[in-house]
C-alpha cells in the first residue's frame, strides 16, 4: 500500500466500497478513511465518522449542531485546537483543512446516525486502522474519546484498562509500546479549561524532544 500523498483524503487507497459490515452499508453515505500528512508525528484517533464527515469524507468535522450523542453544548472542535497549535491552515476550505503533521482517522470507517459501533464492527475496521498506524509510524497517538482511549491503550500500552478513563487522564502523556499516548476529551464536550490544559500539554509536548529512535525517516 503505497501513500498518494497529492492528496489528504485516504492517501493509502483503501477500500472505498467496503462491505465488511453489512448493516453500516446501509445507513452510511461514504466509507470515511484516514486523512492528513502520511508523515504526520501526529495521530488522531476518534471513535467513528461525524454526521459531517460521513457527508464530505473527511474525519472529525463537525456541525455545531452535530452533538453526535455528546452533550448540548457547543462547545470547540478538533479543527479550531489545530489551528491554535499551527498544525491546521486557518484560511483552507472548511470541509477540506490544511492540516501538516497531523492525521486523522477513526476506529471505524462507517456511520449509523443513531447508534454507536459494536464491537464487532470495530474488529472488522481494525486492519485499517493498523495499517494506517504502521505506515504513517507516528511519535504521538491522540485518542479522542473514551472508545479510542480503551482500544488505543489495550493495544499499544502496557497501562491496566482500568487506569485509563477520561477525563481522568485528558492532557497527560502515557508511555505507550514505541509511542506516547496523549488522550483527550471529545472536543465538544470539553470544558474551556480543559481545552486550555490539553492545549498548553501538548504544545510543551511539541517543544519537546519527543521524537523517538524507531528509524523513521527525517522530516
Avoid at 476518534?46 to 463537525?62: K, N, Q, S, W, Y
Avoid at 485499517?128 to 479522542?144: F, G
Avoid at 474519546?145 to 485509563?164: K, N, S
Wanted: charged content about 30%; some cysteine.
Amino acid at each position: 500500500m503505497d501513500a498518494n500523498q497529492q492528496t489528504r483524503a485516504n492517501p493509502y487507497g483503501m477500500d472505498e466500497e467496503c462491505r465488511n459490515c453489512p448493516a453500516l452499508c446501509e445507513t452510511r453515505t461514504q466509507v470515511v478513511h484516514g486523512y492528513g500528512d502520511v508523515g504526520a508525528d501526529f495521530l488522531f484517533v476518534g471513535e467513528r465518522p461525524t454526521a459531517r464527515a460521513d457527508t464530505t469524507g473527511v474525519p472529525f468535522l463537525r456541525d455545531a449542531d452535530d452533538a453526535d450523542g455528546g452533550s448540548d453544548r457547543e462547545g470547540t472542535t478538533l479543527r479550531r485546537m489545530l489551528e491554535r497549535l499551527g498544525l491546521c491552515d486557518v484560511t483552507s476550505p472548511a470541509d477540506r483543512p490544511a492540516v501538516e503533521n497531523v492525521y486523522l482517522t477513526n476506529l471505524t470507517r462507517c456511520r449509523d446516525p443513531d447508534r454507536h459501533p459494536t464491537d464487532e464492527e470495530v474488529a472488522n475496521c481494525e486492519p485499517y486502522l493498523n495499517a494506517e498506524i504502521r505506515m504513517i509510524n507516528p511519535e504521538i497517538l491522540v485518542p479522542v474519546g473514551d472508545r479510542a482511549l480503551e482500544a488505543i491503550g489495550i493495544e499499544y500500552t502496557t497501562t491496566p484498562v482500568d487506569d485509563l478513563s477520561l477525563p481522568d487522564v485528558h492532557a497527560t502523556t502515557i508511555r505507550g509500546r514505541g509511542f506516547e499516548l496523549v488522550p483527550m476529551v471529545e472536543p465538544q464536550d470539553q470544558t474551556d479549561t480543559q481545552t486550555q490544559a490539553w492545549l498548553e500539554h501538548f504544545v510543551d509536548l511539541m517543544a519537546s524532544d519527543y521524537r523517538q529512535t524507531k528509524g523513521r525517516r527525517e522530516r
